[in-house]
């Protein structure tokens, strides 16, 4: 049945402290929930890609959460690489799968440590400015 007992599969939190440590200017992360219905696994890596590519590699059909490492420069200068979750929930996935995604992604940002999770309803909208928009709404509480 649909448990509320998620767990973080073997070896993601290794990948993930390597991908924080990296501050790429534009990679991701693509994490899934396994067979299993219960364990977050990785589904895969893309150490230097633009959200507009990842668009080409991602179902329109399937829900995903996406870490997203993204090179920001602010107006005065100064660069950040923020750690973003974008929690893609399309429109078109069966009700069963959005439920099982939707429940488990408070588990996903407490299990990374990130205080907010931006929702993408269309693969479209998955864009550098988007990821822009993303980060200014963090700093911006």
């Known amino acids: 049945g649909m448990s509320a007992a998620f767990k973080i599969g073997d070896g993601v939190a290794e ?3 390597l991908f924080r440590r990296a501050n790429a200017a534009s990679a991701a992360i693509v994490l899934k929930v396994d067979k299993d219905e219960e364990t977050v696994v990785l589904d895969d890596e893309y150490p230097d890609m633009t959200p507009e590519d990842l668009q080409d ?8 959460w996406i ?3 993204v090179k920001i420069e602010r107006d005065d200068g100064r660069v950040q690489f ?3 979750l974008v929690f893609f929930s399309p429109e078109s996935c069966n009700q069963r799968q959005k439920m099982l995604y939707s429940s488990c992604t408070p588990f996903i940002a407490q299990s990374f440590d990130i205080s907010k999770v931006h929702e993408l309803k269309d693969l479209d909208d998955l864009t550098f400015d988007k990821l822009k ?3 200014a709404a963090n700093v911006t509480r």
């Not at 590699?57 to 995903?64: M, T």
């Open 57 to 64: 590699e991602l179902s329109d059909s399937a829900p995903r």
């Open 82 to 84: 923020p750690l973003l």
């Open 133 to 135: 928009q993303f980060h």
């Open 15 to 17: 990948k993930y402290k």
């Open 67 to 69: 870490l997203w490492s």
